[in-house]
């Protein structure tokens, strides 16, 4: 931003949970994710307040094919993947526009909660290191 000020966007359940729609498939939220966001059962991966990240914006330079990009933070740990842009910054294809430019990405805490609650597969996440 022109006034060196970096704004936290980030969304949580609580909005899977408001977009909700059994009539559009992308909007569906199958019952098992649905329980444990009204229970708030997120284990260890849920933030102090006990919210459950879901995704958040960066100004990182992406361009088209960088979807399922690893987006680290300054001590080069795993935050999120990169899934998508905003539409007012593919003109950053030609040149960077740090005003306009954001990178939607999944945070590395709510893949790890699908993995290891919704999916059951906690037994993959045994097998790798994670910071606190």
Known sequence: PKDGVHYNYYTTTKGILEKENPEDREFVVPAKLKE???KKDYGRYALPNGDMPVC????????GGNSGSPVLNGQG???GINFDRNWEGVGGDIQYLPDYQRSIIVDIRYVLFVIDKYAGAGYLLNEMEFSR
Do not use: A, G, M, R
């Open 36 to 38: 444990l966001i009204e």
């Open 56 to 63: 958040f914006l960066s100004t990182n330079d992406i361009t």
């Open 77 to 79: 740990e795993l935050i």
